[in-house]
């Protein structure tokens, strides 16, 4: 199964609280997990990815967790921002880079 | 360094014409993508090059058609547009196969 499920849909977090996105997968060949930001009317951009080697990575305040065993994994947004509001979407890497992108989540950060 | 650049922004067809998108890239990746976004399906490859001169089909590529001529562009097109197709097309490209793709802006495209 090549397909990258991805929930909640939509979020809503007040600022200062932490979002929590979640993706889960079938294909063990998949071998690397990025996630994208995407503002209305833009393209995505990279903000963070992980390897399936690692069960954590943090940059900033962006991290993911990953769970092989389980198939899964998460991005974590602390003290969430107004200015994070975006939709985010998960992918997974297989064959050579070809990625495939979860559904999305559009989040919303209230003041 | 401009990125990833795409021609049109906008457009409107009427069911059977054609059109091609141009997408451009200064800096010097070697793969480029073509994927179409639409609402709660994420982004999905049409087809992709891994190299001038070359391209390859991706998970939905049937209706369109690319060409590679110079490694700094990749075209995307419509021979015979259907409302199916009416979306928004996003170029991506990449140093390394796949990983860290950079989006171009895309082209909202309307079939009626």
């Known amino acids: 199964q090549q397909q990258v499920k991805q929930s909640p849909q939509s979020l809503i977090v007040q600022k200062g609280g932490i979002s929590i996105i979640n993706c889960a997968y079938e294909?063990?060949?998949?071998?690397?997990f990025p996630w994208y930001q995407q503002f209305p009317g833009k393209g995505p951009a990279l903000l963070i990815a992980?390897?399936?080697?690692?069960s954590e990575k943090k940059e900033g305040r962006f991290t993911i967790s990953f769970n092989k065993s389980a198939k899964q994994f998460s991005l974590h947004i602390m003290d969430s921002q107004p200015g994070d509001s975006a939709t985010y979407f998960c992918?997974?890497?297989?064959?050579?880079?070809?990625?495939?992108f979860g559904q999305g989540t559009e989040l919303s950060v209230k003041p | 360094n401009a990125g990833v650049t795409q021609t049109p922004k906008f457009r409107v067809l009427k069911t059977g014409q054609s059109m091609t998108l141009l997408c451009a890239q200064d800096?010097?990746?070697?793969?480029m993508y073509w994927y179409r976004q639409d609402p709660g399906m994420g982004l999905r490859l049409i087809h992709y090059?891994?190299?001038?001169?070359?391209?390859a089909k991706g998970e939905v590529p049937d209706g369109y058609n690319v060409s590679r001529l110079k490694k700094q562009n990749f075209l995307l097109g419509l021979e015979s547009a259907a409302p199916s197709q009416t979306s928004v097309y996003f170029c991506?490209?990449?140093?390394?196969?796949?990983?860290?793709?950079?989006f171009g802006p895309g082209t909202r495209l309307t079939v009626t």
């Open positions: 991506a490209s990449s140093y390394v196969s796949g990983y860290e793709q950079y």
């Open positions: 294909n063990t060949a998949f071998d690397y």
């Open positions: 992980i390897r399936p080697d690692v």
């Open positions: 992918a997974a890497s297989y064959q050579g880079g070809k990625l495939i």
């Open positions: 800096m010097n990746h070697e793969y």
């Open positions: 090059s891994v190299g001038e001169g070359t391209t």
